[in-house]
């Protein structure tokens, strides 16, 4: 295994993963040998077009799925099924709409049997920190689609994971939403050191977080390339997603991984 | 020649004061009509019979039956009050659809659980649920007796559609809020109790709904075959002694039992889903 960025234990990594999808049509061949290692408090962004297994690769990461072939490790053990280390934040908030919000965003730590009085102390801090003080007993049809997102996002941080995945956590929303909160989203996890994997179709979205950004084939997915990302930044300190959008950088980043996913317009 | 104005604060503007005005009175025009309804069907009931276009011996008419209520009040066949026979039927069906309910749910999260079960079982529910359960009202009466028959036929009735819509409503929850349940290590069992169940009670009360009707028609089929109480029971004993106004009497009272039950259902779920 080549050694993660910057010589230390990876906090993640992928052996040789392959997936097969069974039906009785057939057998999907998903995700052929995958060999990831990422380092602790990385971002790392995954690009690849509809369909070729970049969701799959998270649901493998955070141990719903298990691969045919290969290991998925975090810190080093091998992962068999869902656990604390690893929280998944998905497409849509997908809260219970019978759930307050705070009560959905005390939801992992119900699951996992954690210590109740706490996750609802530290949900009601994160959600203070979202800027959703006011609104923890009131329901989800209550709020707009980007606070929803931070309730999402509330609940995936409560049970505390060191890795967080990201499964193109801003699609749903509208574009301005979606740039506040990708700024937003990156500041909290930054500042809380995660270590993080984002999935996404939208390049200039994984330029403009990630530390590294790796292109999936089209299926079944396979490593295509990794592209580490720099911004020239004043001071050391990277830009955030929207600053970076500007950054003298980023044109370049965002033609060479256009051209590695060889978009092509059917019809 | 209306000219638009900016509302005053606090206070409606005026097309959506008239745009308030038309939906109150579209409002006012279906309950106006649903009443209506009512009257003329009472109206006719009582005209076409007095007139003799139709013969009253068959059908009575809604004047005559207050006075055989009033009679049946003080005492009813098997020296019981008419109010004795309808709380006999009113207690088993709300026995009836509370069982039908609660083995429903039950059984029905017991297939959801054991996928396998359901497999196997499905094509039995469906027959089940498409059988006359009435033809079993006399061998019902054989195995049960007189009294547990009734309840038997109640369950019989209601409880093979109540498993069908309550599966049914814990196969359509998204798929994704179980799969967000997994992320976080949720078993089979938590996924049950975290999303599933509470993610289904717009289902559950759909079913109730469904489910006192049908009691009360296994209670009254029940109670025609075996009873010796009960709106059934009057129905049947009024029939064969051929007092129309005794069955009339029995079926108005059980289409009152039924808007009131229905009632009540309808008033426990808006609390529950005020609630929540």
Not at chain 1, 5 to 19: D, F, I, S
Not at chain 1, 54 to 81: E, F, M, W
């Amino acid at each position: 295994m080549p050694p993660a960025p910057g010589g230390v234990t990876p906090k993640l990594e992928l052996r040789g993963v392959n997936l097969r999808y069974f039906s009785p049509a057939g057998e999907t061949e998903a995700l052929f040998d995958i060999s990831l290692s990422i380092g602790p408090g990385e971002f790392v962004g995954i690009i690849g077009q509809s369909g070729c297994g970049k969701s799959t690769l998270l649901s493998l990461i955070s141990g719903i799925l298990k691969p045919t072939d290969g290991a998925v490790l975090v810190d080093g053990r091998p992962v068999t099924r869902p656990g604390r280390a690893v929280g998944y934040m998905l497409q849509q908030d997908f809260l219970f709409e019978w759930r307050t919000i705070l009560e959905n965003a005390i939801l992992g730590a119900e699951i996992q049997k954690a210590d109740i009085a706490a996750a609802r102390e530290r949900a009601a801090q994160l959600l203070a920190k979202y800027g959703l003080a006011a609104f923890l007993d009131h329901r989800p049809r209550e709020l707009s689609g980007g606070m929803r997102q931070r309730v999402a996002l509330a609940r995936t941080l409560c049970t505390n994971p060191d890795v967080v995945l990201l499964d193109e956590p801003f699609s749903a929303l509208d574009s301005q939403t979606r740039l506040a909160l990708a700024d937003e989203v990156y500041d909290i996890l930054r500042r809380e050191n995660k270590t993080v994997v984002l999935v996404t179709h939208d390049i200039a979205e994984a330029v403009s977080m990630s530390d590294r950004v790796i292109v999936l084939s089209r299926r079944p997915g396979r490593v295509k390339s990794e592209h580490p990302i720099r911004f020239s930044a004043p001071g050391g300190v990277r830009p955030a997603p929207f600053e970076a959008r500007s950054a003298p950088e980023f044109n370049a980043y965002f033609n060479r991984l256009w051209r590695e996913l060889e978009v092509h317009v059917e019809g | 020649m209306s000219k638009a104005e900016p509302a005053a604060p606090g206070e409606f503007s005026r097309p959506y004061r008239d745009y308030l005005k038309r939906e109150r009175r579209s409002r006012l025009a279906v309950r106006g009509s649903q009443a209506g309804l009512l009257v003329v069907f009472l109206i006719l009931w009582e005209v076409l019979p007095r007139a003799h276009i139709v013969n009253p011996l068959f059908t009575s008419y809604p004047s005559a039956l207050i006075p055989t209520f009033i009679e049946l009040l003080k005492e009813g066949p098997q020296q019981r009050s008419i109010l004795a026979h309808t709380a006999s039927t009113v207690f088993a069906t709300v026995v009836g659809f509370t069982l039908a309910m609660a083995l429903g749910t039950l059984i029905a999260a017991a297939l959801w659980y054991w996928r396998m079960l359901y497999r196997i079982l499905d094509p039995y529910l469906v027959v089940a649920n498409a059988m006359p359960k009435t033809a079993f009202v006399p061998i019902f009466y054989i195995w049960l007796g007189a009294t547990l028959s009734i309840y038997g036929m109640s369950l019989a009735i209601s409880l093979f559609i109540t498993i069908l819509i309550i599966y049914n409503g814990f196969q359509e929850i998204d798929p994704n809020k179980i799969k967000l349940a997994q992320t976080f290590g949720a078993s089979r069992a938590q996924i049950f109790s975290k999303v599933i169940f509470p993610g289904s009670f717009p289902t559950l009360f759909a079913a109730l709904k469904v489910n006192v009707g049908l009691s009360l028609v296994g209670v009254v089929v029940g109670e025609l075959q075996s009873a010796s109480i009960g709106l059934g029971y009057l129905i049947q004993y009024g029939s064969q002694v051929f007092k129309l106004n005794i069955v009339m009497t029995a079926i108005s009272i059980l289409a009152i039992v039924s808007v009131v039950l229905y009632a009540m259902i309808y008033l426990l779920e808006a609390a529950v889903t005020r609630r929540r």
